[in-house]
């Protein structure tokens, strides 16, 4: 799971946006500007028949700081991206 879910930067972030994009889901901003440290980030590939789907997940920052609900506080009622 992205830890950034549970980040206090996670509507400025800009690895967090480019997850967005990767993802294809909507941006919780238009306009990032947080450049975090040394974000570290898992891509998994499952192929299925002849898709190739890739899951990105960042599991290490240095500029982490833990704000816990901090995703579904800004998206009420939607379900934690996993």
């Not at 192929?47 to 009420?76: H, Q, T």
Request: charged share 20%.
């Amino acid at each position: 799971m992205c830890i950034c879910v549970n980040c206090h930067f996670v509507d400025q972030c800009i690895t967090y946006h480019a997850v967005e994009t990767q993802h294809q889901q909507p941006h919780l901003t238009d306009t990032p500007t947080f450049e975090p440290q040394q974000p570290t980030i898992n891509v998994n590939i499952r192929n299925s028949a002849e898709v190739i789907e890739m899951e990105w997940d960042v599991v290490g920052c240095a500029s982490f700081k833990e704000e816990v609900g901090k995703w579904s506080r800004l998206r009420p009622g939607e379900l934690v991206p996993t």
